[in-house]
């Protein structure tokens, strides 16, 4: 039976086990011809992979399987695209020779980077069950959202998948979010609708929660304030309240 929890569609296998897929894509981000933002192939790739993978962290499924579907030729974009999507999968420790799977284009010459990227994950509902924000939860913004060519530009500022898989294993987070196109605003309000709760976002925060956070270069977190210190020890990234859950 097949489900959708917010960005992830779920596959249910029996009673046990299941299936989670997320996908991303990106366009006239590159080194060709008519890429908008002039970056090495290698970025393309790594960030691509990182939504993905961070989606399926953030649900707490084990990414099993990679899938990319390259609209470049192999020699020499998807080389470098293919470059940044293993050393994505090398932060999470995942075995890039048996997960990785996919096509590229070798027909028709092309003059702009484009790429999607699906990434199945599984999880073992004996030890999971679905995130939620409880009631007076602070809405925690973890890393800067950053867009284009900030991204490339980042001194340390954002969210990588060494440190989401990090806050994932804390017992005191109820839930978390990578931040996309929408916004911090936008995900803490999906977490707060999960839960059957509202969200309040708080004046003067020190982040912008209604700008893209682009490739998932930060995330918004459930927990309860008294753990606010721990956290911010176990990460080396910008941490900001922004709001609550009511």
Known sequence: ?????RD??????????????ACD??????????????????????????????????????????????????????????????????KIGLDKESVVTGS????????VTGIGLTVIGKVNTDTWSFPKAEEGNIAVAVGIPKVGNEVVGDKGEIMTLDILKKIKSL????????????????????????GNLEFKVYEDVCVDVNKSGGPATCAVLAMDIGYLDELKQMVDIPVNIVGEFI
């Not at 039976?1 to 929890?5: N, P, S």
Request: net charge negative; hydrophobic share 40%; proline share 3%.
């Open 104 to 111: 590229t284009e070798e027909n028709i010459p092309v003059t």
């Open 25 to 90: 894509s990106c366009g006239g981000i590159g080194n060709k011809e008519n890429d908008v933002i002039k970056v090495d192939p290698y970025v393309t790739g790594y960030y691509t992979a990182v939504v993905s993978l961070s989606e399926t962290i953030a649900l707490g499924a084990e990414p099993i399987t990679v899938v990319n579907t390259f609209a470049v030729e192999m020699n020499d974009t998807g080389r470098r695209i293919m470059d940044g999507i293993n050393d994505a999968l090398d």
């Open 171 to 194: 017992d005191f987070i109820k839930d978390v979010l990578p931040v996309g196109s929408k916004g911090i605003a936008y995900e803490a309000s999906e977490m707060a609708r999960t």
């Open 8 to 21: 992830i569609t779920i596959l249910r296998l029996g009673d046990k086990n299941i299936l989670t897929v």
């Open 1 to 5: 039976m097949f489900e959708k929890f």
